[in-house]
């Protein structure tokens, strides 16, 4: 069975642009949750999205937003760049109901 | 406020050192404990935990959970340099917080 996939894997902006990541779950998976990693933060949640609606969200600005499409795949846009959105941003997939998420290998972004 | 606190936040040993790498817990509502290893981009699943007292085993790697003092440790005997990692431990709630997991920083561990 493939992993969670997302694309792209690296990405370079400069402050001010917007950008859209993509994350496609593990087939049959339809709970999708999005992960900001920073070295001084750690992993901190953003959203997680089910059944395309926004269940939960973590402590970020409403530029970054997101969305889940019918076949579960789900994307988030980041508006507006700043220095500070530099990160890994990683995607997980888990089963409904199920505790355990799986990660995608993260789309690395840099804002200059 | 929820939060997850690792301990040590790195630790360097020699192959075939057994290690305990540990994970203290403050959050409402506790519904399970995961245990992740991050290489290079994607953290990895290694075990959920969700009941007291009971070990899980994988290989060389087993963990353990104690709900009454709100920590759980994750042990690695005869350690080898493919462990070398980054160690993450996270706590998902019940009720309303479908889909997040609240990461500890992590303890980086390397096997030299």
């Known amino acids: 069975k493939a992993g969670v996939t997302q694309t792209p894997r690296y990405l370079i902006k400069t402050r001010g642009q917007q950008v859209t990541l993509s994350c496609s779950p593990i087939s049959g998976h339809r709970s999708v949750s999005w992960y900001q990693q920073t070295p001084g933060q750690g992993l901190q949640f953003l959203f997680e999205?089910?059944?395309?609606?926004?269940?939960n969200k973590g402590n970020f600005p409403g530029r970054f937003s997101g969305r889940q499409f019918s076949n579960s795949r789900s994307e988030m846009n980041v508006s507006t760049l700043e220095l500070g959105d530099s990160a890994l941003y990683l995607c997980?997939?888990?089963?409904?109901?199920?505790?355990?998420?799986?990660f995608g290998p993260g789309t690395r972004l840099t804002v200059t | 406020e929820d939060k997850v606190v690792q301990s040590p936040l790195s630790l360097v040993v020699h192959e075939g050192d057994t290690v305990t790498l540990n994970c203290s817990y403050e959050v409402t509502n506790f519904r399970s404990l995961l245990w992740y290893k991050q290489e290079k981009k994607a953290p990895t699943f290694l075990f959920m935990l969700?009941?007291?007292?009971i070990e899980k085993k994988s290989g060389r790697l087993s963990s353990i959970l104690d709900k009454k003092e709100l920590f759980s440790i994750l042990n690695i005997t005869a350690t080898q340099t493919g462990d070398s990692a980054v160690y993450l431990c996270a706590v998902e709630a019940e009720g309303g917080s479908q889909g997040n997991l609240i990461f500890g920083k992590g303890t980086k561990l390397s096997v030299k």
């Open positions: 999205y089910f059944s395309e609606t926004q269940r």
């Open positions: 969700t009941s007291s007292g």
């Open positions: 997980a997939s888990s089963l409904v109901g199920a505790h355990e998420q799986y």
